[in-house]
């Protein structure tokens, strides 16, 4: 007795080729993705959606070119200093650290702790990286 083969997702009945593992396209796409969702996020994955989502509050929360935010404010949102893309060390010695345009400093006022938020100046350019000029492309 002939056994019939079921489709690998949805369990129906496949009707065609003797190799044949879905029964159509959409159970074919949506198998793959549950299997990709079973798999660890890759550890590229997890830097680069932290860094996405980094920039995204920088940027809703730095309209003004410099302004002075709560730390607890980003963190909640989702914000992890330890992901950034590069720094820059003013002529304080303060170190900026930046989430490609959008760059943070953390202080302490009043005993609260804080970031400054910065934008990228052309001016940085000239002094990035210890004294090593460097030339951004846009």
């Known amino acids: 007795m002939k056994q019939h083969k079921k489709c690998v997702y949805c369990d129906e009945k496949l009707v065609g080729r003797s190799d044949k593992k879905f029964c159509d396209a959409q159970c074919k796409s949506a198998y793959q993705y549950q299997q ?3 798999q660890p996020e ?7 959606n932290q860094l996405k989502l980094n920039r995204k509050i920088l940027k809703e929360y730095n309209r003004g ?3 002075t935010v709560r730390e607890a404010l980003l963190v909640d949102k989702g914000f992890d200093p330890n992901f950034f893309t590069h720094y820059w060390k003013n002529q304080k ?7 490609y345009e ?13 970031y400054v938020l910065v934008l990228w100046q052309e001016y ?4 990035y990286n210890k ?8």
């Open 131 to 138: 004294g090593h000029r460097i030339k951004l492309e846009n």
């Open 42 to 48: 890759r550890f590229y994955t997890k830097v680069d």
């Open 65 to 67: 070119g410099k302004v």
């Open 93 to 99: 010695g303060e170190v900026y650290l930046f989430v």
């Open 124 to 127: 940085m350019s000239k002094s």
């Open 102 to 114: 959008f760059g943070f400093l953390k202080i302490k006022e009043r005993n609260n702790e804080k």
């Open 36 to 38: 990709t969702k079973l």
